[in-house]
T-cell receptor
């Protein structure tokens, strides 16, 4: 069975600092990987996704993520964090089956210090 | 892109009362539909998914049920709510057959069971 692990439950960074959120997955085939962001009390918005090709993918809001098959990782990065980036971030892996559902990690809550 | 509407946005119900959360989708036909629950401080748990009208698959045994009476309508129900049913419920939609496709989320329904 597939699974997604986000090792960091909470992360605090200073505004302007760089950010890396970790994501490790377990999946038997080539994964389809996603990062979503959730502001408090809201639904989830897609930041970026990987399903083939270049292993470094660019997303919205200045985020990028790198797929590393050898490490089973898909870490999310941003070179300079803004206060508005404070939110919860979810990594997900897509499952190829009848339902084509996504399995989500437990999430990482990002706090940004002024 | 797709738009997901959920209502009610907020609901406070006593233990033992019934529940009906509704989700409708715009911008696509014959989507895969999903109900996720997000308990406080936890990740997203897939509850139900549907690949077509009247077709419901349950991912976890529980006090809840789902129905899909129309192509773009997905309903989450309970006959008798439990305290443990409290949480943030998210409806999501994905284009049929889109393995690498984006999952679109509604704004969520927050349920508090007292």
């Amino acid at each position: 069975a597939q699974s997604v692990t986000q090792p960091d439950i909470h992360i605090t960074v200073s505004e302007g600092a760089s950010l890396e959120l970790r994501c490790n997955y377990s999946y038997g085939a080539t994964p389809y990987l996603f990062w979503y962001v959730q502001s408090p009390g809201q639904g989830l918005q897609l930041l970026l996704k990987y399903f083939s090709g270049d292993t470094l993918v660019q997303g919205i809001k200045g985020f990028e993520a790198e797929f590393k098959r050898s490490q089973s990782s898909f870490n999310l990065r941003k070179p300079s964090v803004h206060w508005s980036d404070a939110a919860e971030y979810f990594c997900a892996v897509g499952q190829i089956n009848a339902g084509n559902m996504l399995t989500f990690g437990g999430g990482t809550r990002l706090m940004v210090k002024p | 892109s797709q738009t997901i509407h959920q209502w009610p946005a907020t609901l406070v119900q006593p233990v033992g009362s019934p529940l009906s959360l509704e989700c409708t989708v715009e911008g696509t036909s014959n989507p895969n539909l999903y109900w996720y629950r997000q308990a406080a401080g936890r990740g997203l748990q897939l509850l139900f998914y549907s690949v077509g009208i009247g077709q419901i698959s349950s991912e976890v045994p529980q006090n809840l049920s789902a129905s899909r009476p129309q192509d773009r309508q997905f309903i989450l129900s309970s006959k008798k709510l439990l305290l443990s049913d409290s949480g943030f419920y998210l409806c999501a939609s994905r284009r049929q057959g889109a393995i690498s496709g984006e999952l679109f989320f509604g704004e969520g329904s927050r349920l508090t069971v007292l």
